[in-house]
């Protein structure tokens, strides 16, 4: 088992609850483009990879081999919520329906997440505890915030070579200057968040001009 590293995340939680217990995290709240991915995590007491960290402290080679290992080491899942889903009920809903299909895919069924955050997901297959700052805290949401940033990030790879012009290889779908230029000349595409501010205004003065 590895070690808490000294003001890191740590293990501590995950003994508290019944076992198994799993991490979940989110990311791609924020972009104006691409879907909300959520990852959940078993992490296997005895093979608990080193370095384990929030996914914003470590770098994207250092992510990319964590998600490997814990592919290997852990019972890992991912869950989606497309744009239009977004669209249709909101981001924070629609995180919540990516977390719930992150625990539906794992392959066995936790007694108790872990959920980064204040609010617990409703619906969830499992009792819930939320911890503010989990992925700072938390090793198993540390792990799960690793795992998603990783998979939204090649989808947003992909997305960029369908689409070029956005910066989303580099942005992720956020609204960086690269962006707003993509937007200013190629216009909204299909994988953008028309109800988020700055796309809703752009189809807005498109459409009265």
Not at 1 to 13: C, I, L, N, Q, V
């Given at each position: 088992?590895?070690?808490?590293?000294?003001?890191?995340?740590?293990?501590?939680?995950e003994c508290e609850g019944p076992a198994p217990v799993c991490g979940i995290d989110e990311v791609g709240r924020g972009p104006w483009a691409g879907p909300v991915v959520a990852a959940a995590v078993i992490l296997d007491p005895a093979a608990i990879p080193d370095g384990l960290n929030d996914s914003k402290r470590l770098s994207a080679p250092r992510r990319v081999?964590?998600?490997?290992?814990?592919?290997?080491?852990a019972s890992v899942s991912v869950g989606i919520a497309s744009v239009a889903e977004i669209e249709t009920m909101n981001i924070l809903?629609?995180?919540?329906?990516?977390?719930r299909r992150a625990i539906l895919?794992?392959?066995?069924?936790?007694?108790?997440?872990?959920?980064?955050?204040?609010?617990?997901?409703?619906g969830l297959p499992c009792a819930c505890r939320p911890v503010v700052g989990g992925d700072a805290l938390v090793l198993s949401i540390a792990a799960a915030s690793i795992v998603a940033k990783?998979?939204?990030?090649?989808?947003?790879?992909?997305?960029a070579q369908q689409f070029p012009g956005y910066g989303w290889e580099t942005n992720m779908g956020y609204g960086?200057?690269?962006?707003?230029?993509?937007?200013?000349?190629?216009?909204?595409?299909?994988?953008?968040?028309?109800?988020?501010q700055p796309i809703h205004k752009m189809l807005c003065e498109t459409a009265s001009a």
């Open positions: 088992m590895a070690e808490d590293a000294p003001g890191g995340p740590h293990f501590r939680f081999e964590l998600a490997a290992v814990l592919a290997a080491r809903q629609a995180s919540f329906l990516a977390m895919g794992l392959a066995s069924r936790p007694a108790l997440a872990l959920v980064d955050g204040n609010k617990a997901p409703p990783v998979a939204r990030d090649r989808m947003m790879v992909t997305l960086t200057r690269a962006h707003q230029e993509g937007l200013a000349r190629f216009g909204v595409t299909p994988h953008h968040r028309r109800s988020f």
